[in-house]
């Protein structure tokens, strides 16, 4: 698991909002330090937003004293006690929680990250085989988690729907399904994701890559196109 913090991961020179609304599409799980004036900010409270619409789980953390607002009322909360904190300290800048509540806290992101992946990709499913239908086609969900149909020519196809940012990893997990997928005999293999809020030179990226992977990747907005080919 890698971490993510804006002060530090973004380089200079690059467009700040633009990256970060990036990354965050890449983002398994949101932790939300709910201290005094965190929810005051005008950013703070569009990124809670943006992370809150796109599914994205949240875990809030919140300081000793303090309640949830409206704003933050979709996330999952963890109220924290003085105790939580070595001496009791939790105002000074050299605050730091105990050993006990951090391995707490750990277990309950790993909880929260698994239900967030899951829902994603079952939105993406959704979304796509809502869609398949009403073009005509009997789309199958694998045990595996990706989608065989039949082309208009009877030629069959696979489709391995993607949370986050497609790259070189996920590539290399989709030709570890190829395995499983060709024993259905599809001759195509499709990753389906969702572009939004991913920065166009990534976009760019990934149209290169079509020309030249067997595996393509198609945007979940280009659905019809897909299904119009086939």
């Given at each position: 698991m890698t971490f993510f913090l804006d002060t530090h991961s973004i380089r200079p020179g690059e467009p700040f909002q633009e990256e970060l609304w990036h990354r965050l599409v890449d983002t398994d799980i949101v932790v939300l330090l709910h201290t005094p004036g965190f929810l005051g900010s005008e950013w703070t409270r569009?990124?809670?937003?943006?992370?809150?619409?796109?599914?994205?789980?949240i875990l809030q953390l919140i300081w000793p004293g303090h309640t949830i607002d409206d704003m933050s009322s979709l996330c999952f909360p963890k109220y924290l006690k003085d105790s939580d904190f070595v001496a009791g300290n939790y105002?000074?800048?050299n605050t730091s929680m105990t050993d006990d509540v951090i391995s707490a806290i750990t277990s309950d992101?790993?909880?929260l990250r698994a239900r967030s992946l899951a829902a994603r990709q079952d939105n993406i499913i959704k979304e796509f085989m809502s869609a398949a239908l009403a073009y005509g086609f009997s789309p199958v969900l694998q045990p595996e988690k990706f989608i065989t149909l039949?082309?208009?020519s009877g030629e069959e196809v696979s489709v391995i729907p993607t949370v986050g940012v497609p790259h070189a990893f996920t590539y290399n997990q989709s030709e570890e399904l190829v395995k499983k997928i060709?024993?259905?005999k599809s001759t195509a293999v499709y990753i389906v994701y969702d572009h939004r809020n991913i920065r166009e030179k990534w976009q760019a990226h990934l149209a290169w890559l079509d020309v030249y992977l067997p595996v393509k990747a198609v945007k979940v907005?280009?659905?019809d196109t897909l299904f119009n080919s086939f």
């Open positions: 569009e990124e809670l937003a943006k992370a809150s619409a796109m599914s994205i789980g105002t000074s800048a992101v790993e909880a039949h082309k208009k060709r024993e259905s907005t280009d659905l």
